[in-house]
């Protein structure tokens, strides 16, 4: 089949999926959407959700020293829903995002504790992802899809993250004085209606990429079809001193599910990433995705060229809560 010209931002590991459930060295039910760091040492480390046969998720961490091949799989999980101590994760942890807060020499991991009273936004914070700091809930139900910016802005911090609303599924930007509480919530990126491919819900895939013309965000975009959910991804860029003014927003998707591993699994037709890596180049984005809520998958592209489509390919000025 010849590929769609708009997925030729992104091109697929040869050996993918590079992370599977049946290559996990326990009984897994599936192993997907990882939250990506960069450690110092160069070792690519892969926090990924790691579904049992109950259905719950836990998080490991998998360490790779080129970034697709030979991973390690730590012996015990990072985070494993501790029911006991926080409720709000009975039904499992999810979906981690990680971003290196230099201030405090801690990597910031948000991820989505769910339980019966619904999906809700924790932080916990690590050194070395050995030893971990729990900060607990801190948007609670329903939310999801959260990440931070990795410095303060005018004193504080920011955090994107998706709330359930009266009016949909769509991104929000937070500001916080200690991680902790958090206010000042505001709309950032809605979902668009009706025929688009980013209509039902929208959330924000890894952390947002830092660039010299703003802050570079991949979303996910669920179209809800006669066949079931579609998710595919577009770009979106945020202004570089203000991350609450969306500068440019992409009309078309620019990647989306198309191997049979990403058609066919758990749920079908699904690309989700929560992570992605910088090249030593400094352009080269490897993203690592979810697919089909199955197994893990590698893309790589380049931020240059994703600026420059982006830059052909929106609407002038864009409206950030366009719902049009
Ligand atoms: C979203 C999240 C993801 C999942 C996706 C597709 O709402 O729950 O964890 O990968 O749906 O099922």
Redesign the pocket.
Known sequence: MIPAVRDQLFQRHVGNPILTAAGWPHTVNAV??PGAALLPDGTTLLLCRVEDRRGISSLWAARSADGTSNWLIDPEPALFPSTQAHPEEAWGV??PRIVWLEELKRYAITYTAYSPTGPAVSLILTADFRDYERVGVVIPPED?DAALLPRRFGGRWLMLHRPRTGLGSDIWLSESPDLVHWGRHRLLLAARKGAWWDANKIGLGPPLIETDRGWLMLYHGMRQTAAG?L?RLGLALLDHEDPGRVLQRSDEWIFGPHESYERQGD?GD?V?PCGATLGPDGDTLNLYY?AA?SCVALATGRVSELLHWLEGHCRQPCDSASVD
Do not use: M, T
């Open positions: 997907f959407n999810e979906d999801k959910c998710y749920v699904v989700f979810g809520d």
